[in-house]
């Protein structure tokens, strides 16, 4: 392969990864294009980039997935290679094929090795035969229920179904109980065909409580080939990783030495060049076994590149230019410890459900020796259906793992996200759990603590009400143009002091308040009362930080407002308050009972018309966002009066879709 020297490069994704990708390129002297959807215009990888190119309307089908659009903006602007990112096009063989048919230069891996990798059956033969250790299992042509029936017994149970087409664990499921097979190779089957339009499955014994292992190599075209050590990506849910670290408290030297040699053989059976990651499941005994190759850079490689010190862009893009490989095996150096947590726009009190808003603040902590934030998003960002919710990822590595965990625990207390609800929190609780403090966690760990890593502490309401009221306060002083000292809503009622309803976490709270003179207050809500001085306040609502001291502990808190929402966050907690109508609304007669949004997304099918009667858990609409549907049910009986949106509308939580009219009296609340 002769050498080039690239002068400019397109990157075919966005957020994070597309910023990360081009901070790489500056450095090396590279000019960078970015490409954009509709939905992206204003996006911080578009301002960033040398050159940006408008690709299509928000759905990443128009978009980041037109492989037509993206290879025409490349030759449009004499990109000579291109980057994919992760997701999106990274490990689409026919992308990379159309790529080098134009004469430009794909970063990643052969179209061959991505085909090779693409289905689980395929890639477990080879590395079977390679000599990886691969799970005890299944993946034969015969796909007849009585065979794999047969086989799972064989296997023994528990067994895991797989899609041979899958990745990442999508349509995997854990079958315990030979009366649940039936059914469950035949959703599974469904599932696949639907997901990938193969329905091939293939069954593997089922490992509790592993740890997922995955090894970062990298191959040039001069046949050298090393690893970067490993990553442990066990803190899963519904197998999207949310916290990974490097070294794996899991691994003893000679077992890591057996994994990254294994890696490497797996690496050599496909000829892997560019960067990818071997995947292994590591059995309690020590055991471990071959799960599938990632042909593309990973989400968390920043890892890795902590510890070994190497920019793993910089390598692909070097590889890409036929160079050869700068680093030989024994360069590579474990040093320190690594943990990356992932921040997504989700509320984890709300079955994960992908959140959706208007970023109003978004402050980073400043990046110190150690700390590391990949983000894609900046205050203002509205952040949409359209796309993966990954808002930043937060990196921190110290000389042990005690330091990197502070470090990264305390980064996160100090991130700054308002306007849109994220997993902040409780990657916290995460962090501090006892079972990943001692690193003796494995892939139940979220399953089995899930309750305690999303509980909110209730008595905290009343104290985020009060810093509203307390802020609330200060304003009015600060604007009113006259008597500043008269606190608003001052009421000429010497039995009654002044007060300001305001709702959260469900509860409507009657903050009272009188003024002690001394530019502090006295608080009262119900049988909760504080003395609160403001200690400092930054007047200008933009600033939106209040220090305030409640009973003599003084907290800092962030605050943004939009219309009659206050969105709040102190070191380890966050609400949203909203201000009540000072008069309740009337309720007018003809008020219908509706069924409204319980999260962003699209409107996929309108199952009820007009007029059509229906019962208690009737479906009603069906709505997609982030590629999961979620069906909107009636919770009573009920007559169909209006149906306010039709397929294809954006909606967002609260938004009233069908209108009902009740036959009972009892309301109707959404999903
Ligand atoms: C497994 C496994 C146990 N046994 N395979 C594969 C894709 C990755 N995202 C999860 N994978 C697993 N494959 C066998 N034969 C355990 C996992 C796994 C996991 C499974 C369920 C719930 C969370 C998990 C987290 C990491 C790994």
């Known amino acids: 392969m002769t050498e080039r020297h690239f002068k400019k490069i397109l990157i075919a994704n966005r957020g994070e990864i597309a910023l990360r990708v081009m901070r790489t390129c500056r450095a090396m002297g590279i000019s960078t294009v970015a490409v954009y959807s509709a939905a992206d215009a204003r996006a911080p990888h578009v301002r960033f980039a040398d050159e940006a190119v408008h690709i299509g309307p928000a759905p990443s089908k128009d978009s980041y997935l037109n492989i037509e659009r993206i290879i025409d903006a490349a030759q449009r602007t004499g990109a000579e290679a291109i980057h994919p990112g992760y997701g999106f096009l990274s490990e689409n063989a026919d992308f990379a094929q159309a790529c080098e048919a134009a004469g430009i230069t794909f970063i990643g891996p052969a179209p061959d090795a991505m085909r090779k990798m693409g289905l689980k059956s395929t890639a477990r033969q080879i590395m079977s035969v390679a000599g990886v250790p691969v799970v005890p299992g299944y993946d034969g042509e015969d796909q007849s229920f009585e065979v794999l029936r047969e086989r799972a017994k064989a296997i023994g149970l528990p067994v895991l179904i797989k899609a041979s087409a899958g990745g990442g664990g999508k349509g995997m499921r854990v079958v315990r109980y030979e009366r649940e097979l039936e059914d469950s190779i035949e959703a599974a089957r469904r599932e696949a065909e639907k997901a990938f339009g193969d329905g091939t499955l293939l069954l593997e014994k089922y490992i509790d409580c592993a740890r997922h292992i995955e090894v970062q190599i990298l191959g040039d075209h001069h046949g050298n080939l090393v690893h970067l050590f490993e990553r442990e ?37 496909i000829e892997y060049t560019n ?66 947590a992932r921040l997504y726009a989700e ?32 205050a203002s960002t509205e952040i949409g259906i359209h796309y993966d919710p990954l808002l930043a990822k937060m990196i921190a590595c110290g000389l042990d793992r005690e330091t990197a965990l502070r470090k990264l625990t305390y980064g996160l207390r100090n991130l700054v996200a308002l306007g849109v609800q ?54 009015s002083q600060a604007e009113a143009a006259v008597l500043p000292h008269v606190p608003a809503n001052y009421r000429n009622n010497p039995f009654r002091d002044p007060s300001i309803k305001l709702q959260t976490g469900g509860e409507a ?59 709040l966050q102190s070191q380890s907690s966050s609400r ?45 609409v069906i709505l997609e966002a982030m590629k999961m549907e979620q069906t909107l049910r009636a919770s009573t009986a009920g007559v169909v009066e209006a149906v306010l949106v039709k397929p294809g509308d954006v909606v967002a939580p609260g938004d009233t879709l069908v209108e009902i009219a009740a036959i009972s009296s009892s309301p109707i609340a959404g999903v």
């Open 233 to 269: 990506c066990s803190i899963q849910r519904r197998h999207q990783k949310i916290i990974e670290e490097t070294p794996s408290p899991a691994l003893s030297p000679e077992l890591r030495k057996q994994l990254c040699e294994t890696a490497i053989t797996a690496g050599r059976a």
């Open 347 to 378: 509320d984890p009190s709300n079955g994960f459900l992908p959140a959706t808003g208007t970023l109003h603040e978004w402050d980073e902590p400043a990046s110190n020796d150690g700390l590391r934030v990949d983000a894609g998003v900046e």
């Open 576 to 620: 949203v308050v909203t201000r009540s109508p000072r008069y309740p609304r009337a309720h007018s007669a003809s008020e219908h009972e509706s069924a409204y949004a319980p999260m962003p997304g699209q409107v996929l099918k309108i199952l009820v018309v007009v007029g059509q009667q229906v019962s208690a858990g009737d479906a009603l």
């Open 422 to 475: 994220t997993n902040r929190e409780f990657l916290i609780h995460a962090l501090e759990h006892a079972e990943l403090q001692s690193g003796s966690y494995h892939t139940g760990f979220i399953e089995e603590h899930l309750d305690e890593l999303i509980a909110k502490d209730a008595d905290e309401d009343v104290l985020f009400a009060s810093v509203v009221a307390l802020y609330l306060l200060k304003l």
């Open 275 to 340: 960067a990818g990651t071997v995947e292994f499941i590591l059995a309690p005994s020590g055991e471990f076994y071959f799960i599938e190759v990632n042909t593309r850079l990973q989400v968390e490689h920043p890892v890795t590149e902590m510890i070994t010190g190497l920019d793993l862009v910089r390598l692909q893009i070097e590889i890409a230019e036929g160079k050869p490989l700068a680093i030989a095996q024994e360069d590579v150096k474990q040093n320190g410890h690594a943990i990356e």
């Open 509 to 567: 709270f009657e903050i009272s308040y009188r003024a002690a003179g001394d530019g502090s207050f006295a608080l009262k809500c119900g049988d909760w009362q504080a003395s609160a001085p403001l200690v400092s306040f930054e007047l200008s609502r933009e600033l939106g930080t209040v220090r305030v001291a409640i009973d003599g502990v003084q907290r800092m808190f962030r605050i943004a407002e939009a219309s009659d929402q206050f969105f």
